[in-house]
């Protein structure tokens, strides 16, 4: 039961789960918005009905087109802001991190036994042979 305890404290967990409920909440107000807010001001600019009324009947089953496309303008929202309030900035922090110069090299190769060596080192440990300089 404590390695169980340790998962869930670990800060990962908490962060993930801390994550998914800010994310569920951004989603039913984007959602909301959609619905609510944004398809009736687009009905009212197009001077027609609202299109998440929009459905059909085949044999008794209702086809709700109007709210396929609500969902579809939500995840392209959704979409939208994860990308640019997080891939961005992120491969924009990435691409800085790898903008920096790399270590000069610590160690060389014997020419002789092919061993790694102190790059100031003037004779192998390995083999004893002398290293040029």
């Not at 944004?38 to 009324?53: C, E, N, Q, Y």
């Given at each position: ?69 609500n969902a579809v303008v939500s ?26 110069p790399a270590a000069p090299p ?28």
């Open positions: 039961m404590s390695g169980f305890k340790q998962f869930l404290l670990r800060g990962n967990v908490v962060d993930m789960a801390v994550g998914i409920v800010i994310g569920a909440a951004f989603g039913t107000v984007v959602s909301s918005f959609v619905k609510d807010l944004l398809t009736p001001f687009i009905a009212a600019i197009v001077r027609k009905p609202d299109f998440s009324g929009i459905a059909f009947e085949i044999n008794g089953a209702k086809f709700l087109i109007g709210d396929f496309v995840f392209l929202l959704i979409a939208a802001a994860v990308y640019y309030a997080v891939v961005l900035p992120v491969n924009a922090l990435v691409a800085r991190v790898s903008k920096q610590s160690t060389k190769k014997c020419p002789e036994c092919i061993s790694e060596i102190p790059i100031e080192a003037r004779r192998c440990a390995f083999c004893t042979s002398p290293i040029p300089t």
